[in-house]
């Protein structure tokens, strides 16, 4: 049974870690440091993400990303390849949830431009780095939401059908379409670097703030939630686990994959729709103005 103590020594490693600042991010930053990876915790909020750096300790670096405005994102990726020769692991974990309807700065609906679009940008402006570091991993982080998503191109503002649930599920199904179409693409192109993805089961942190914790805590309770440090070993397998391969999806092994110890998990069969996931990714470089380049190009 895969446990914390099966994550290996990231010594000499540079991991980027995406809302690191508390929650299932921050347990999984405070992991890869305390085996001596070198943390950046891309956070929203610069003055949280010191506080997180402080306690996390080892060696750790805070950047500004915000998800939500792509201007943001350009400087942050920029900050990073400017200072880091090597990204060994990119680690997509923020995300944000909204009972009502919202807007990136950019006029995206908020939930799928931050949990998706803004991961997507981010990952494409730092592969670069990633692909001249070998064995370097990308682990996008969804959600068993996902088994309830579905992707209409046509439809991406949700303008008149805008429901949180489905627009949350959406955005976690398309992060599965992502992940798995960029292991396609960097296997096709021969790359070092691998995709991967997790989910943490069921978690209780302040993603859901806004919603009714008396009926998700106190009628669920211990029966399908766990603690950030537990939803984050996912995320560590998948990042860390020596005999982990591009594609493969991590989530929790116990009923309904909401407890337990990590080990791969089946995505629902839209998340492996290959049509879709191009269509997804072609529609997400014309949204975000982020290309792939050349050599990541479908075949």
Not at 19 to 29: L, V
């Amino acid at each position: 049974m895969w446990s914390i103590d099966d994550v290996p020594s990231q010594a000499g490693r540079v991991a980027v870690v995406t809302g690191a600042s508390a929650g299932i991010g921050f347990a999984t930053a405070k992991a890869l440091a305390e085996r001596g990876c070198h943390v950046v915790l891309a956070v929203r909020d610069p003055a949280r993400g010191a506080d997180a750096a402080a306690r996390i300790g080892g060696s750790t670096a805070v950047t500004r990303l915000d998800l939500a405005a792509l201007d943001s994102i350009r400087s942050a990726a920029t900050r990073l390849i400017g200072e880091y020769p090597r990204i060994d692991l990119l680690i997509n974990n923020a995300g944000t949830w909204s009972a009502t309807r919202a807007e990136t700065r950019d006029g995206f609906e908020l939930q799928f431009g931050v949990n998706h679009l803004g991961h997507f940008a981010f990952t494409g402006l730092i592969l670069g780095t990633m692909l001249a570091t070998p064995a370097s991993r990308i682990v996008t982080v969804s959600s068993v939401s996902h088994r309830g998503g579905a992707v209409d191109l046509s439809d991406l503002p949700m303008l008149e059908t805008y429901r949180h649930t489905a627009a949350y599920a959406r955005s976690k199904l398309a992060n599965l379409l992502f992940a798995f179409e960029l292991q396609r693409r960097l296997a096709a192109a021969g790359a070092v670097t691998a995709s991967l993805a997790a989910h943490p089961g069921g978690v209780w942190t302040g993603l859901f703030r806004g919603a009714n914790p008396a009926l998700l805590v106190n009628t669920l309770g211990r029966l399908v939630t766990q603690s950030p440090e537990r939803g984050a070993l996912a995320t560590l397998r998948a990042a860390t686990d020596p005999a982990a391969t591009g594609g493969q999806y991590y989530g929790p092994g116990g009923m309904g994959e909401l407890r337990g110890a990590p080990k791969p998990v089946r995505a629902i069969a839209k998340a492996h729709d290959e049509a879709l996931a191009r269509e997804l990714w072609a529609e997400s470089e014309r949204l975000t103005g982020v290309e792939y380049g050349p050599t990541l190009r479908p075949a």
